[in-house]
């Protein structure tokens, strides 16, 4: 099975229920489950779609609507590829960005891209502040006990409770269309040092 994330929408579910004058009253009620990452190592669990869906609908009840299912009318299951993103050794400048000269792009040949971004942040140098010479001293100055590289954005807040003056923020950017989305917001925002990153991927090595 291909890596993807999968969640189910059930859609126009119809109940009724009976009116205190004996007419019958019918709505239709919508579902949905939480997305679902799956892979090669993990199989879509049906059991769980179902205990997510029967969740929906007792809590739905409880709110004392008093209604009952009908029938399902209509049931839908999407499919979207999905790759966790994560920092890893250099990638080049996007042209139109590296033409702006407002970012530091670290030239490292390994997968401490994070760390090496974060402690340029954290030590700029006078000269040169792309080659990674700059920062081999400052290495250990931060914690990174129990990262695993290359860094995931899911493992900032690990980082960030490692190394109570840092906090960091990640942006992605579309080359496509230029614009850019917030990956990663830090609720640390009165700390010493505000660490700003942008996260860039290589289209040819997905």
């Known amino acids: 099975m291909c890596a993807g994330r999968y969640w189910c929408k059930g859609g126009r579910t119809p109940r009724s229920c009976e009116t205190g004058d004996g007419r019958l009253m019918r709505v239709p009620a919508y579902f949905a489950t939480p997305p679902v990452a799956v892979n090669d190592a993990q199989d879509y669990n049906i059991d769980t779609l179902q205990a997510n869906l ?3 609908v007792e809590q739905w009840n409880k709110r004392g609507s008093n ?3 009908e029938r399902v009318s209509r ?3 999407s499919v979207h590829p999905y790759r966790p993103l994560h920092g890893s050794t250099f990638v080049p400048t996007p042209e139109f960005l590296a033409n702006k000269r407002f970012l530091v792009n670290i030239q490292n040949n390994d997968e401490k891209c994070f760390v090496w ?4 942040a954290l030590y700029p140098p006078t000269h040169n502040p792309h080659r ?4 081999i001293d400052y290495e250990h ?3 990174v006990e129990g990262l695993n590289f290359p860094v995931v954005t899911k493992q900032i ?4 409770k490692l190394n109570p003056s840092i906090s960091v923020n990640v942006l992605a950017c579309e080359e496509s269309s230029k614009g850019f989305t917030v990956e990663y ?4 925002r009165e700390r010493e040092h505000r660490v700003n990153l942008l996260l860039l991927e290589d289209a040819n090595n997905p």
Request: proline share 7%.
């Open 54 to 56: 029967e969740h929906k």
């Open 67 to 69: 209604f009952n299912i």
């Open 75 to 77: 049931f839908v299951l």
């Open 117 to 120: 971004s974060v402690l340029s």
């Open 132 to 135: 990674l010479t700059n920062y």
């Open 141 to 143: 100055s931060v914690n």
């Open 157 to 160: 807040p690990l980082f960030e």
């Open 185 to 188: 917001r830090s609720p640390e």
